[in-house]
């Protein structure tokens, strides 16, 4: 089969349209587009061998070969040719992730799920590279279970967020796929290894690709030119803000080696630009980790190296699907065509800016489902402020596109179906909470939205060139628009924010909420992580005794100097290291174990206050109270027995409960969150409603009868995947080894779980729930109490009701209906005082009716009553006005007692159409004495502090409806 071409477009494919025809074509980034036409100057065309089997109209597309120019003086010889490369195999976005991750399984490397979006790592808020779950390996925090891995690792980065669906491969949420050896092979495999996979797996062509290496990396250069076989002049040595990775300003670090998919070959290989982003892409990226860089900045080779790799699965998918940009894959079209079907467009009929938002909300929905599954909860602050912002950035999107109302439910539907395709682990067992809790975030947005719209354009209208901080303010704190949003939307006006303004009300806002906080954290500044290296990891014995007389005293942890000590005396606040403990260190939502050390045979005494781990390292914290202590010394231990029998009915009358709601309120409600300590017991869950309180009695009285039956708790280790297939429900984002402990009540309760618990229900005793409430958006609590510390509370409670019968007269079984009684009470003497209260203020503003005044035919009054409640006044206002009639404007204010300052307007409706907005005059008159407020134009209330300006603000209303009701000349 022979195809003729013309011209020298080459770099892309050919389409060829219908048998034996003569076309025309242009040359546009992927494509030959060619079309019918006659034969004249250069022409493209086709011979087709008499085999082939197209027919009139049909079209096919020729990925690669070599194309010949017709002559233009002889239309049957050639004077040129072009070859055409192929982009690679076509190959959908579960064939890529598999065959990569496949690859490398076939290699030695452990293939790993992909991580939670919610990092072990407190120095960041979400996952941001596939490397993140590896970090402490990689610092030397943490011993590599395996010398090889490979990942496909859901990421969210933010910091770029103004790109996403303008540039082509901008994203929140990305995969990484990613290859690392911790010490095992280095340069030499990573490289050819890479090479193999991009071309023999992927089937790019080496000419479509060009590398880069760090400036002083001739190992890396040599290997690719050499080794591989790469042209230098496609070899680019590029600096260290390119291609030299480091953790921080000390630390790992290490040279980089980029790989790039080239768009256009033909083009040549002088001076190539790798950042040319028309041209070339960056596909993988390999992070050569070889150095250590001290506090003096030198680098120190390491003794062992490691490797870090990543490629982006949206932009090796772009190139292998032949697509314009990432969002066109099939990784998020599903996803666009599902929002432009609830717009009533299709993608393809779009316009740019119609585009724009549904690659927005394409990516935003997938970003927002991953980290709502993961347990992300929408607030104002941390990561739940960048699920909000991302929500209601998604929902505005949808607004522009001409969506009314909710309409993010089928579009995260389509996202789902893509998750769980991709086979990200507990997606589809998260997904009902997720989508609720995405879903009521869009509600909360959608009720405040068109309000703040119509401030947001207000502002926007009267402002010149800088929008208020204080409107920003407002718009995030009252209706919820993320700071981010104000001023995206100010950016397409050409308008500025007053950021410092903003700030400024931010502060205001936190010295009001701010609390004394009550203690600190004495590990704050101490690098605990590399002290846990250097002792090692700690033998917990504490599930077969509370008692050990024969640890060993490792090593001292100084929390004031923030560093390891050998021997610390009394008074001393430290924490202790030992060998081998029987305290329970806090974790899975269990306190630490409380208790004493006792060192060299009483030398030294401390006192164990709270025990937490680093890994598989026991830090016990407390105070010297006797003696000197010193690293070495043999140590007693003793945990407070008492205590530790109280945590443990706690932590297992904590799984009865979760078993108990899954019975009687939801079988989909999963565990949020949980405290467990020896006074009590506090377990959050996943619910979208307040449970009603024959619930809360039916969860009560079957727990109390799994108590009372005696039933026997079984521990036993196995590996996770037989516990899943056994059905042990696991609290979903906690990361588990191969082999976990599964905690199991036969026929009640089996759950994943580390803590302490008792042998048989029966030591228990008895649960009570104390309280039932929400923490948060779909979120609710309980708080109960079993066993020994249920004798506390009820003493609590009983002193309570013996100090009501004492105070009302009364036996306690008629404390309730006495209570009631008093409230009808209440009730009928307030509803009482309001009246007097309103006939009170009807008398006052009555006495103002001769201070009316008359502009234009608009009566008038602005005037002052003494020491009158906001209601009464806002009652008299509009009395006055209706006694006034539709031709009248009405503004009353008043003092209270306690010098706050209320301000009520109403008006007529002929008045209205004179041009006078209550709402705005209110609100502008209440600033003159540092009060705030407005309302509709007919009706406006505001309060205020300052009432020694109160004249100075009725003068302006005066002036203000004066010059609202000048006639024009």
Not at 301 to 329: A, F, H, S
Not at 748 to 758: A, D, F, P, R, Y
Not at 841 to 853: G, H, I, T, V
Request: proline fraction near 3%; include cysteine; charged fraction near 25%.
């Amino acid at each position: 089969m022979t195809f003729v071409v013309s011209g020298t477009g080459g770099g892309g494919f050919l389409r060829i349209r219908s048998r034996c025809s003569v076309l025309h074509g242009t040359w546009s980034r992927n494509r030959w587009y060619l079309r019918r036409r006659e034969l004249s100057r250069r022409m493209f065309a086709c011979a087709v061998d008499r085999n082939g089997i197209w027919g009139e109209g049909s079209e096919d597309v020729v990925e690669s070969g070599t194309f010949h120019s017709l002559s233009s003086s002889s239309p049957s010889s050639f004077d040129e040719s072009v070859t055409v490369l192929s982009t690679g195999k076509r190959m959908t976005s579960f064939e890529v992730r598999e065959a990569f991750l496949s690859f490398y399984q076939q290699r030695g490397h452990e293939r790993t799920a992909s991580a939670s979006l919610i990092p072990d790592d407190p120095t960041i808020l979400l996952t941001i590279a596939g490397m993140v779950p590896f970090k402490p390996i990689f610092l030397g925090q943490q011993k590599p279970t395996a010398l090889r891995r490979t990942s496909s690792q859901k990421c969210i980065r933010t910091n770029d967020i103004e790109n996403v669906g303008v540039t082509k491969r901008h994203h929140t949420f990305f995969e990484m796929l990613g290859n690392f050896s911790f010490g095992d092979y280095f340069k030499k495999d990573a490289i050819q290894w890479a090479w193999e996979l991009l071309t023999e797996v992927f089937q790019i062509p080496p000419g479509r690709m060009a590398v880069s290496v760090f400036e002083d990396d001739d190992e890396a250069y040599a290997l690719w030119r050499d080794g591989i076989g790469v042209p230098e002049a496609r070899i680019c040595r590029m600096g260290a803000k390119d291609n030299f990775w480091a953790a921080g300003p000390t630390g790992p670090c290490g040279p980089c080696s980029e790989i790039y998919f080239d768009f256009h070959p033909e083009q040549g290989n002088d001076d190539l630009d790798l950042e040319d982003d028309e041209r070339f892409i960056e596909l993988y990226n390999l992070v050569f980790m070889q150095y250590n860089r001290d506090s003096s900045g030198n680098l120190v080779p390491l003794e062992k190296k490691n490797i870090d790799t990543g490629m982006g699965l949206e932009r090796i998918c772009q190139v292998l699907q032949r697509k314009e940009n990432n969002y066109e894959t099939d990784l998020m079209q599903p996803i666009m065509d599902k929002a432009a079907e609830s717009a009533g467009i299709t993608y393809s009929g779009a316009s740019l800016e119609q585009r724009t938002s549904l690659k927005i909300i394409a990516d935003h929905a997938r970003a927002v489902l991953h980290m709502a599954a993961d347990g992300v909860r929408a607030s104002n602050i941390g990561r739940g402020y960048v699920l909000r912002r991302l929500v209601r950035r998604l929902v505005r999107h949808g607004r522009l596109l001409g969506i009314e109302g909710s309409f993010i439910q089928p579009v995260l539907g389509a996202a789902l179906d893509l998750a769980v395709e991709g086979g990200f682990p507990g997606i589809l067992e998260r997904s009902k909470v997720a989508l609720t809790e995405l879903e009521r975030e869009e509600s909360r947005f959608l009720v405040t939205l068109d309000r703040g719209e119509e401030i947001l354009e207000q502002a926007l209208t009267s402002s010149t060139k800088l929008l208020s901080g204080d409107v920003a303010f407002e718009l995030y704190d009252t209706y919820g628009f993320p700071m981010e949003l104000t001023m995206e939307v100010a950016q397409e006006r050409g308008v500025q924010v007053d950021m410092e303004g903003f700030e400024r009300c931010m502060e205001e806002q936190r010295q009001r909420a701010r609390a004394a906080r009550a203690g600190a954290d004495l590990t704050e500044g101490t690098d605990l992580a590399k002290l846990a290296m250097q002792v090692g990891p700690t033998d917990f014995k504490g599930y077969e005794t509370l008692t050990l007389p024969s640890a060993t005293l490792v090593g001292i942890a100084d929390f004031s100097r923030g560093r390891k000590v050998e021997e610390a005396s009394e008074g001393e606040m430290i924490g202790v290291f030992l060998d081998k403990s029987p305290f329970y260190a806090e974790g899975g939502g269990q306190i630490g174990d409380r208790g004493v050390l006792v060192v060299n045979q009483g030398e030294g005494t401390v006192e164990v206050k709270d025990v937490v781990r680093k890994e598989s390292t026991w830090l016990h914290i407390g105070e010297v109270r006797e003696g000197t202590i010193s690293v070495g010394s043999p140590v007693e231990a003793y945990v407070d027995s008492a205590l530790r029998r109280r945590i443990r009915a706690h932590h297992t009358a904590t799984h009865l409960l979760q078993s108990a709601l899954k019975k009687v309120v939801d079988s989909d409600i999963s565990q949020a969150g949980s405290l467990v300590d020896g006074d009590r017991l506090r377990f959050d869950f996943n619910c979208p409603r307040g449970l009603t309180e024959n619930e809360l009695i039916e969860i009560e009285e079957l727990i109390n009868s799994w108590i009372a039956a005696s039933a026997e708790t079984v521990v036993e280790n196995m590996p996770i995947e037989e516990a899943r297939k056994l059905g042990a429900t696991a609290m979903f984002g906690e990361k588990y080894g191969d082999v976990v402990r599964v905690v199991d009540i036969p026929g009640i309760s089996m759950e994943l779980c580390g803590g302490t618990h008792v042998e048989n229900t029966a030591e228990i005793g008895t649960f009570k729930i104390i309280a039932e409430s929400g923490i948060a958006s779909g979120v609710r609590r309980i708080e109960a109490v079993a066993g020994a510390a249920i004798i506390p509370y009820l003493n609590i409670r009983d002193e309570i009701v013996r100090s009501l019968c004492g105070s009302l007269k009364v036996r306690a079984e008629e404390i309730v209906p006495r209570v009631q009684g008093m409230s009808e009470e209440i009730r009928s003497l307030n509803k009482r005082v309001g009246s007097l209260e309103n006939e009170l203020a009807f008398a006052k503003s009555d006495s103002l009716l001769n201070m009316c005044e008359t502009t234009d035919g608009i009566a008038v009054l602005v005037g002052r009553i003494s020491e009158t409640n906001p209601e009464p006044l806002k009652a008299a206002t509009e009395r006055i006005q209706q006694k006034l009639g539709e031709e009248s404007v009405v503004v009353l204010a008043s003092v209270t007692p306690d010098g706050k300052v209320s301000l009520v307007g109403s008006i007529g409706s002929v008045s209205q159409k004179r041009g006078i907005h209550v709402g705005k005059l209110i609100g502008a008159v209440a600033k003159v004495c540092g009060g705030g407020g407005g309302g509709r134009p007919n009706l406006a209330q505001a309060g205020a502090r300052d009432g020694s300006r109160l004249d100075e603000a009725l003068d302006l209303a005066r002036s203000m409806i004066t010059v609202a009701l000048k006639p024009e000349t």
